[in-house]
């Protein structure tokens, strides 16, 4: 039995929005909101038609509710999932159509390895997106469950949010993808051209996706790597991280930049410094994923193993 506090949320009308999921009552920083079984799942290199077979094989209930669900395809996506409908003999095209671009709107990534495995999760779909979310979502492979976090304190009647968009990403890019992949322009705080933090959130989000470049490029040990030691590598992340709660952010990437400075000082020798900072990752991969996603046990193995 996975504890949740999905009786904490009420699915309501978002000015504007369509639906939208709220809190019905205070969620604490990591909470875990939804736990959640795939409605339609695709293996990787599964064609996306199969969505709309598995689809038919759905309870009328789960497929009327599945048809709710936001499509965004544009006149020209809408044409090729016609064609690829065609194409596969199907004769309920219009509707197999609807449904597969329903899939490709709302599928979330359960396995990054490969061609991506995917699959829709009635709930989870239902949350809005916002560029500084209060929650986030991760696949979590042993409980075969998409498990929703909230990542930081929630107020009774605030709106939940996760991020569509990597959050380390240009405010421009960010806006191109929201648009092109899921039919929207997006008017949270840091898009906002009205709010003056969306013109230093751009700056500050601008600054972050240099700084990652360039710690990606001293991990992948790049030639062009302008970071050349493991002190600049921590300095480099550390200051990544601060940005990152300047602008409010608070997730998985945090853990993984800290992950990253306990290896740079592993490098380093300095056995205590490289503890202090996985026992920080694990703190966060705790509250983000739920203290059974597969990492947190990989931290554990590793911290038990620091001289
Ligand atoms: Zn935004």
Known sequence: ????????LSVREVPGKGLGVYAISDLSKGTR????????????????????????????????????LHGAANHRKMNDLLRS???????????AAHVMDIYNTNAFETDRKGNAASAVFQKTARINHSCIPNAEATYNKRLGRQVVHATRDVKAGDEITVSYTRPIERTAVRQWHLEDHY?????CP?????????TESAERREHMVNLNEMLEAYNDDADCAVIKTAEEA???????IGLMGEEGLFGKDVGRLHWDIGSHYEALERWKDARKHYDLALEVYT?????????VEKLDLKLAKLP
């Open 1 to 8: 039995m996975v504890q949740t506090r999905d009786n904490a």
């Open 85 to 95: 409908c065609d194409e596969h003999g199907i004769r309920d095209r219009d509707e």
């Open 183 to 187: 039919g929207f322009s997006c008017d």
């Open 33 to 68: 909101i939804l736990a959640q079984k795939p409605t339609i799942a695709l293996k990787a290199h599964q064609p996306l038609v199969d969505a709309w077979r598995i689809f038919q094989t759905l309870s009328p209930t789960k497929q009327r509710q599945f048809k709710t």
């Open 234 to 240: 921590v300095e480099t992340t550390e200051q990544l």
């Open 287 to 295: 509250l983000c994923c739920g203290a059974d996603h597969p990492l």
């Open 190 to 198: 840091a898009c906002d051209d009205d709010e003056e933090f969306a």
